[in-house]
């Protein structure tokens, strides 16, 4: 049981380059979503979708996109990095509002730099 | 406006000392309450959760929390902290609404003295 995977671990990018965060999830949940985490900041919300086809904006969205083609996947892309786009990047999965008392499952993160 | 606050930033105790984290936080409707915990370089790990009913929740490896609504706090706790504890600890509130969104503190870093 993988649970939440994500891919790479870390990741040096050029300003300007673009990239794709890969997130992947096995237990079939309808919830999935990004955050990144800052120092002294906690993890703030990016980007996140309730099922197939439907994405929507989080508290920290500009400079990325997301897609939810399958239940299984939810990518990041960044479309032109940014030093301020440095961080590590968390994704998370949590089954929908038939599940009560659930909570969301996290990979082990993203370390992405920027120079 | 919704928001965790960790007061402390870093807590310094030593090994086999009693442990309390606070945490405090600000939603508007019934909160659900996490606490996660952040060992070096790796993801977030549950420890505990609250939802509804008894107001002190056990966890994880000996960790309990206690809800107090008329505080708004939801502070974690341990009698006797190992040395295999340091880390660092998040506070989180959320629901349903977007996504299952969680707010999250900023984190308090816990170290242990032998």
């Known amino acids: 049981n993988a649970g939440v995977t994500q891919t790479p671990k870390f990741q040096v990018l050029k300003t300007g380059q673009s990239m794709t965060l890969q997130c992947a999830q096995d237990?079939?949940?309808?919830?999935m979503s990004w955050y990144r985490q800052d120092p002294g900041m906690g993890l703030r919300l990016i980007h996140y979708?309730?099922?197939?086809?439907?994405?929507d904006q989080g508290e920290v969205p500009n400079g990325y996109n997301v897609s939810r083609s399958t239940t299984e996947d939810f990518p990041l892309r960044l479309l032109s990095a940014a030093p301020s786009q440095t961080s590590v990047y968390f994704c998370?999965?949590?089954?929908?509002?038939?599940?009560?008392?659930?909570?969301?499952?996290f990979g082990q993160g993203t370390r992405l730099t920027v120079v | 406006a919704q928001s965790v606050t960790q007061p402390d930033i870093h807590i310094t105790v030593s090994e086999g000392a009693s442990l309390e984290l606070r945490c405090n936080y600000s939603?508007?409707?019934?909160?659900?309450l996490f606490w996660y915990v952040q060992s070096p370089g790796q993801g977030l790990q549950l420890l505990l959760k609250?939802?509804?009913?008894?107001?002190l929740v056990q966890g994880i490896k000996g960790f309990e929390a206690e809800f107090k609504r008329s505080q708004s706090s939801f502070n974690l706790r341990k009698p006797s902290v190992h040395w295999s504890d340091a880390a660092e600890y998040f506070c989180?509130?959320?629901?349903?609404?977007?996504?299952?969104?969680?707010?999250f503190g900023q984190g308090t870093e816990l170290s242990v003295k032998p």
């Open positions: 998370a999965s949590r089954p929908g509002t038939g599940g009560l008392n659930t909570e969301a499952f």
């Open positions: 237990m079939n949940h309808e919830y």
């Open positions: 979708s309730v099922g197939a086809g439907i994405t």
């Open positions: 939603y508007g409707a019934t909160p659900y």
């Open positions: 609250y939802f509804s009913g008894d107001t």
């Open positions: 989180a509130v959320g629901g349903w609404n977007q996504g299952g969104k969680l707010i």
